[in-house]
Each structure stands twice: as structure tokens, then as C-alpha cells.
């Protein structure tokens, strides 16, 4: 005889099986539309260096919303996004925001959500960079979002 007691694994009551999780509370992050998000604006970013290098000197940010305060120069609309120019107190260098929310909220596909993210970068870039929309994307047309 053994000396290890097993207990007998008995039917639980009412056919019932163990209740649980049956997938992970939340899925990958490349599954995520903040994933998504985050990789149309890397895309965009790298499509758009090929006709103007010059974007490797910007550090490109997402940011869920805007901040409820507005720049002094933004006083009409949503903001998509925001240029920051070099910081020579804190040697930041030149920071460009794309904010996730209001951008996705006028967009109904993906190809949308590429075009506006084009469009927005391309702005905000020639703002920063002083130079005109059309050296940065050759086939910008401005649009009203």
C-alpha cells in the first residue's frame, strides 16, 4: 500500500466545468488599435524620409489627446498634432506629436487613417523645418479634416 493519499477527481455538480479566463484579458499589442496607430506613424515617417532625409533630425511622438490647454498661436479647432522646436535649456531637439484620438475619430479605414497621418506629419514637419509641404511629400494636397 502506498503512502500517498490521492483524492479521487469526482464529476463536478451539474456538469459543470471550472469557469475561467478562456482567452487573455487583452490582446497583443500589434492587435491594439493604439498598436496600429503607432505603426502607420512609423510607416508614414519612413515613407516620408525617403523624399526628404532631413526628418531624421525630428523625434516623432503619440500621445493619446491633446493637452486641455491650447499654445497661444492654436486658438481654433481640434488638434491633431504639434510641432515643438528645439529646447537648448533642456537639449531637447525638435519633437513632433501626433495625438491619437482625435485623429482616429475622423477616419473610417485604415487607408484614411494613413492619409490623414501623411497629411498632419507633413504639415507639422514643414512648420518646424521652415520649408514648404511639397518638399517633404511630393504629392501633398492640403485637405480640411
Keep these: 500500500m502506498s503512502n500517498h493519499y490521492r483524492p479521487q477527481r469526482l464529476p463536478l455538480r451539474r456538469g459543470r466545468g471550472l469557469r ?8 497583443p ?7 496600429l496607430f503607432d505603426r502607420l506613424v512609423q510607416r508614414v515617417v519612413r515613407d516620408l524620409s525617403k523624399h ?5 533630425t525630428i523625434e516623432f511622438c503619440v500621445e493619446d489627446v491633446p493637452p486641455s490647454a491650447p499654445a497661444p498661436w492654436e ?3 481640434v488638434i491633431l498634432g504639434r510641432i515643438f522646436p528645439d529646447d537648448r535649456v533642456e537639449q531637447l531637439g525638435m519633437r513632433l506629436v ?5 485623429v482616429m475619430s475622423r477616419c473610417n479605414s485604415v487607408a ?16 518646424g523645418l521652415q520649408c514648404s509641404p511639397h518638399d517633404i511629400d511630393p504629392d501633398y494636397t492640403p485637405e480640411s479634416w
Design 98 to 102: 501626433v495625438y491619437r484620438l482625435p
Design 20 to 27: 475561467g479566463v478562456m482567452q487573455a484579458s487583452h490582446p
Design 29 to 35: 499589442r500589434w492587435r491594439r488599435r493604439s498598436g
Design 52 to 56: 526628404y532625409p532631413k526628418l531624421s
Design 75 to 77: 486658438s481654433y479647432g
Design 112 to 127: 484614411e487613417l494613413y492619409h490623414l497621418l501623411r497629411t498632419v506629419i507633413t504639415e507639422n514637419a514643414a512648420a
